[in-house]
């Protein structure tokens, strides 16, 4: 679906990798190194950079000579991703489609206003973690204020069938580089099976999940620790001070069973401990809950981002695996 797909964290490459998988059928790689294929995903560890190193990391990445390429973006506009498009907009001289809505996890965009539970964006508390977020109202604002020579397409999306039409859009204009959350990568797989029929279920090919469970709880949001209470007779909870600290004590006690990563910078510290350049992505054993293996690990690898997901996500996943 597409040549290649660039991710600021674990977690969210493992939501864009689902939609790859449903699209074509087949299981797909995240990968931590520049050593990828076509069709993989790619992580670029962006998030908390500073905006001139997350440009310098984007120039270095070798890019495909053709098909479309796809950032996948956090969808409450998160960290240093307008210097990345910028920088791949000149790369590449491709004019931008940009579109961070996700309308099954409350984000939309109307008239150009990024919103959460339709309240806008830019007045809730993300803005925080935004850079140069200022008096901004509108998208737009937002890039004239960081990156005043871009120039992009910025569709609305109130709903999950406009934002499909914005990915149908996006395919008959041919367009080389396309930004937005995991909700648009949903939505380009959706245009493609519509269009290519049923496809095989890429759950099919993960081998069993076995015990024991291991929840690393290394997010500090609410939802995580909700997550966590409730899945504490089915797992053991894990957290402690440091990520890298959580993530040993997590390796060593999942042996080769079923690991539950809460957070992106948790599941980055996972892989690098368990010396794994990357992960095979399946498909989701429960929503917002990723189902993978670890490339060169015998272990069952569960990635969630740490603020989405139900209170019972994580039992769900587990149930879903058997365990």
Wanted: net charge positive; hydrophobic share 50%.
């Amino acid at each position: 679906m597409f040549a290649l797909t660039i991710a600021d964290d674990v977690t969210g490459a493992a939501e864009a990798a689902v939609a790859l998988a449903r699209a074509g059928g087949k299981p797909v790689r995240v990968m931590l190194s520049a050593e990828v294929a076509a069709g993989d995903v790619v992580v670029i560890p962006s998030r908390r950079c500073k905006p001139a190193r997350a440009r310098a990391l984007v120039e270095r990445l070798t890019l495909p000579s053709d098909g479309a390429l796809f950032l996948k973006i956090d969808s409450t506009l998160r960290g240093p991703w307008v210097e990345m498009v910028e920088a791949l907009a000149v790369r590449m001289s491709a004019e931008p489609l940009i579109c961070s809505a996700f309308p099954a996890r409350g984000r939309t965009v109307r008239d150009g206003v990024p919103l959460i539970d339709d309240a806008p964006l830019f007045a809730s508390h993300f803005r925080r973690e935004m850079i140069g977020a200022g008096e901004v109202v509108t998208l737009a604002d937002l890039l004239r204020a960081r990156a005043p020579e871009l120039t992009a397409r910025l569709p609305d999306a109130a709903d999950d069938a406009a934002l499909d039409a914005v990915a149908a859009e996006a395919l008959a204009a041919g367009r080389r580089l396309i930004v937005g959350s995991a909700g648009l990568a949903e939505a380009f797989a959706r245009v493609r099976r519509s269009r290519r029929g049923g496809a095989r279920d890429p759950i099919a090919a993960a081998p069993p999940a076995r015990g024991p469970a291991v929840v690393a709880a290394g997010s500090r949001a609410a939802a995580t620790a909700r997550q966590a209470a409730r899945a504490a007779d089915r797992a053991v909870i894990l957290r402690a001070k440091g990520l890298r600290a959580l993530a040993e004590l997590a390796v060593e006690a999942v042996d080769h069973g079923t690991l539950v990563s809460c957070g992106g910078e948790t599941s980055f510290q996972v892989l690098r401990r368990l010396g794994a350049h990357g992960m095979t992505v399946y498909g989701e054993a429960a929503p917002a809950v990723v189902w993978s293996r670890p490339i060169g690990a015998d272990l069952t690898l569960l990635t969630k981002s740490g603020s989405l997901g139900g209170d019972d996500a994580i039992v769900a996943a587990l149930e879903a695996l058997g365990l």
